[in-house]
């Protein structure tokens, strides 16, 4: 049984940076697809970054430009850097992986204060 495990997350004020991890129990080359989603208060919960084996990257626009998705597979652990944080980035971060099917970290709350 795969699990994932996020850390990194926490209060920042509006303009600071984090750096998510999501450390897998296994190697990470075996899924095709890795990704973090948030949720936060009373919506749904949202892609924010993907990362493809071939090393694909897709973002929200939301997160452009400001968000960094990367992996070391000698670590099996997936990160999520985080730039020029806003207070609508506030939510419970979520690391998710796909093989033949989909596994889910327990999530990390972030903060960003204004």
């Known amino acids: 049984q795969v699990q994932l495990v996020e850390s990194g997350g926490g209060l920042v004020q509006a303009g600071g940076s984090l750096r998510l991890s999501c450390a897998a129990s296994?190697?990470?080359?075996?899924?095709?697809?890795m990704g973090w989603y948030r949720q936060a208060p009373g919506k749904q919960r949202e892609l924010v970054a993907k990362l493809t084996r071939g090393g694909t990257t897709n973002f929200a626009d939301s997160v452009k430009g400001r968000f960094a998705i990367s992996r070391d597979n000698a670590k099996n652990t997936m990160y999520l850097q985080m730039n020029s944080l806003k207070p609508e980035d506030t939510a419970v971060y979520y690391c998710?992986?796909?093989?033949?099917?989909?596994?889910w970290g327990q999530g990390t709350q972030v903060t960003v204060s204004s």
């Open positions: 296994g190697s990470i080359l075996t899924f095709n697809v």
């Open positions: 998710q992986a796909t093989s033949w099917r989909e596994y």
